[in-house]
């Protein structure tokens, strides 16, 4: 399990992470969680992390590392090239 405040945690990844495959590896949901909140993103086309602060399984502060760390991620690979 990873670090989701902790970028050197990540620092292994090779591809584009989704906040969803994120989440799951910080252990801040599980694949339940994860299925629940594909299904409600079909019919209210709410983003993912936006149900999952609603149904109250991730706090806010979670919800804005994950998507700090996706930024982080993304510009690691990058700079990869």
Do not use: C, P, T
Not at 18 to 41: F, P, T, V
């Amino acid at each position: 399990m990873k670090n989701l405040y902790n970028f050197e945690d990540w620092k292994d990844i090779q591809e584009h992470q989704m906040i969803g495959e994120i989440l799951l590896e910080a252990g801040k949901i599980n694949l339940i969680h994860l299925g629940m909140a594909l299904d409600i993103q079909r019919f209210q086309k709410l983003q993912l992390g936006e149900i999952f602060v609603s149904m109250k399984i991730l706090s806010l502060d979670d919800l804005n590392a994950a998507l700090d760390l996706q930024i982080k991620i993304d510009e690691m690979l990058k700079q990869r090239g």
